[in-house]
């Protein structure tokens, strides 16, 4: 199954924790590859295991159109420098996007696909990007992030889903009039975004 559906939020597995990679078999490979497919599918930048329901530390990023995408095995973020705002997204909320504090450059430690330990110094979007997928194997969201979280908007008005995309509406109809959500899940701040989004996300379909 090269192509694997990606989760959307609320989906819990977001708000897991992922395991260490303890072999890199065959399966870690065949993951490795479909997330490479489905990055590349999805248009987007970078993705976490997390995010197609595997809670394993993989990521895959794809900071460059020039470049393939680079897999990333128990990234860890050893060293933070300066802050910046930049907008950011994620596959996991398609179409949205908001304003995030992220560090000006990261230095990272990662295993390759072959098992190798590799240091690297990152900056600009692959920096964010770093900080982004690692924070998904933390079960973090960019919500969590939202430098002004009643501020989570609609990436483009010209946006067009992809197919996996089907997800929001789904949610959108599964949270109508549920008046609780699951506190061990999700944050406060991740709880008024989402509402705010669902709300948006309402107008938008209205609008249509
Ligand atoms: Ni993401």
């Known amino acids: 199954m090269p192509i694997r559906p990606i989760l959307t939020f609320p989906n819990s597995l977001l708000r897991k924790r992922a395991k260490p990679v303890k072999n ?40 460059s159109p020039e470049s393939d995408a680079v ?32 560090s000006v450059s990261v230095s990272a430690r990662y295993l390759d696909e072959s098992g190798g330990k590799i240091k690297i110094a990152a900056d ?10 690692i924070d998904h194997l933390n079960g973090i969201l960019f919500l969590d992030h939202l430098k002004e979280h009643e501020k989570l908007s609609m990436t483009t008005p010209e946006y067009r889903p992809h197919t996996h995309d ?16 699951n506190k061990k899940l999700y944050t406060k701040i991740g709880i008024d ?16």
Do not use: W
């Open 124 to 133: 600009e979007l692959l920096a964010q990007a770093l900080e982004h997928e």
């Open 166 to 181: 089907i997800n929001v509406s789904v949610n959108v109809q599964n949270n109508q009039g549920e008046p609780e959500f």
């Open 71 to 102: 897999a990333y095995i128990n990234p860890e973020i050893t060293h933070r420098t300066g802050k910046r705002d930049v907008v950011e997204g994620c596959l996991s909320f398609p179409g949205y996007s908001g304003i995030v504090t992220r």
């Open 24 to 63: 890199i078999d065959n399966e870690i490979m065949n993951l490795i590859r479909d997330m490479k497919e489905t990055l590349t599918e999805a248009s987007g930048i970078g993705l976490a295991a997390n995010q197609v329901g595997v809670l394993k530390r993989v990521v895959v990023i794809s900071n």
């Open 193 to 208: 975004d989402l509402k705010l989004a669902l709300d948006r996300a309402e107008i938008i379909k209205d609008a249509e």
